[in-house]
């Protein structure tokens, strides 16, 4: 386990996310962990009728990092994407449309047993764009 400030632990959701980060480090390239400062709500339920969000939520994406253009990018790791996950980023994209949110899959999986449709296909279908690996791609870091 890591041990941040304090001899505090560092946890991290998963060994997939631990990986993201150690190539990040390794490559120098500054970012910030589920900064609680840079947090994006959406709204999870609308009024049939008046259209007033009934229930509101926020996100905060796996890594934040801030490019030399001064477009921040978002990025979230994926190991597993459920339907209420892709159901959660799908409102997060219609509620920000001018964030640069972008998946980093661990591997390129069906959505659903039997299904023909990959979490690369869905992201693509929503206009995120995506990769898989261990590594973010340095091409998204340089735009």
């Given at each position: 386990m890591k041990k941040g400030r304090f001899g505090k632990k560092i946890i991290r959701r998963s060994g997939f996310e631990d990986k993201v980060e150690a190539n990040l480090k390794d490559r120098g390239i500054k970012y910030v962990y589920e900064d609680k400062n840079h947090k994006l709500g959406y709204t999870k339920l609308s009024c049939p009728h008046c259209g007033d969000a009934v229930s509101r939520g926020t996100y905060t994406c796996d890594?934040?990092?801030?490019?030399?253009?001064?477009?921040?990018?978002?990025?979230?790791?994926?190991?597993?994407?459920?339907?209420?996950?892709?159901?959660?980023?799908?409102?997060?994209?219609?509620?920000?449309?001018?964030?640069?949110?972008?998946?980093?899959?661990?591997?390129?999986?069906?959505?659903?047993?039997?299904?023909?449709?990959?979490?690369?296909?869905?992201?693509?279908?929503?206009?995120?764009?995506?990769?898989?690996?261990?590594?973010?791609?340095?091409?998204?870091?340089?735009?």
């Open positions: 890594y934040f990092i801030e490019r030399r253009s001064g477009i921040r990018l978002l990025v979230e790791c994926k190991g597993y994407l459920d339907s209420a996950g892709r159901t959660k980023y799908a409102l997060i994209k219609r509620d920000n449309p001018n964030e640069d949110i972008r998946f980093l899959f661990q591997r390129n999986n069906p959505i659903r047993r039997g299904s023909k449709t990959t979490y690369g296909m869905w992201a693509e279908k929503l206009g995120f764009p995506w990769a898989v690996g261990n590594e973010i791609p340095q091409e998204w870091i340089d735009e």
